[in-house]
């Protein structure tokens, strides 16, 4: 089974402050990385999916992707306390079929 | 609107009695699949579907049945429900490329007394 990792949080930063939030995976080969939000209680999210290693922004929102390292993180700029949610790394892996692997998601807290 | 329709919402049931969650999407997507959420645990994926009448286990099948007669349509069954299905489910569906990732269902609070 390929894993995805995140450290569980909360990670708790001030309105206004980056936030910063970090995945690892397991599976070399992946190819497609994706970042979701999640609300208590409601749905996942899509914010950003990455495939090239780099950077790629979207307004507040950058992925950043190192497959060298095996390594996906999501910065979020700005941070406003509606961004207070889990976010949910996913791989899809290498098979050639559309299943997505998650992490078991991020808490981030943005307080006023 | 582009959408993943579940039903119901919220679900109280007994043990042993057999009970049906829908999923319909109107995205004309060809992948389907149904995951359960835990405390802890993340997204588990129960059965997944690749196109109608292709159907095949995810990391959790037991206890659960699917299947996928028309495209749109990708139901999840569960015969004899235990206490330990009591989760929440979501239901998402690609494309075939899966370029954007899944698009997930409202999700249905199951509790199995």
């Known amino acids: 089974q390929k894993e995805v990792e995140q450290n569980s949080g909360p990670l708790s930063v001030p309105e206004g402050a980056i936030a910063s939030l970090n995945c690892t995976y397991s599976d070399r080969g992946s190819q497609s990385f994706f970042w979701y939000r999640q609300y208590s209680g409601k749905s996942p999210e899509l914010i950003m999916f990455?495939?090239?290693?780099g950077d790629k922004e979207d307004g507040r929102f950058t992925a950043q992707l190192n497959k060298a390292s095996q390594y996906v993180s999501l910065l979020i700029r700005d941070s406003q306390p509606s961004d207070s949610a889990t976010y949910l790394c996913a791989v899809k892996e290498n098979t050639g079929f559309q299943k997505l692997v998650f992490g078991t998601g991020t808490r981030l807290l943005v307080s006023p | 609107e582009a959408q993943v329709t579940q039903n119901p919402r919220y679900l109280i049931t007994v043990t042993g009695k057999k009970l049906t969650v829908t999923c319909s999407q109107n995205?004309?997507?060809?992948?389907m699949s149904w995951y359960r959420q835990d405390p802890g645990l993340g997204l588990r994926q129960i059965y997944y579907s690749m196109n109608v009448e292709v159907t095949d286990k995810g990391d959790v099948p037991e206890g659960y049945k699917v299947s996928r007669k028309e495209k749109r349509n990708f139901p999840l069954i569960l015969e004899s429900p235990s206490p330990n299905q009591t989760s929440l489910y979501f239901c998402a569906s690609s494309s075939t490329t899966g370029a954007r990732g899944y698009t997930f269902g409202s999700g249905t609070r199951l509790t199995v007394v």
């Open positions: 995205m004309n997507h060809e992948y």
């Open positions: 990455i495939y090239s290693n």
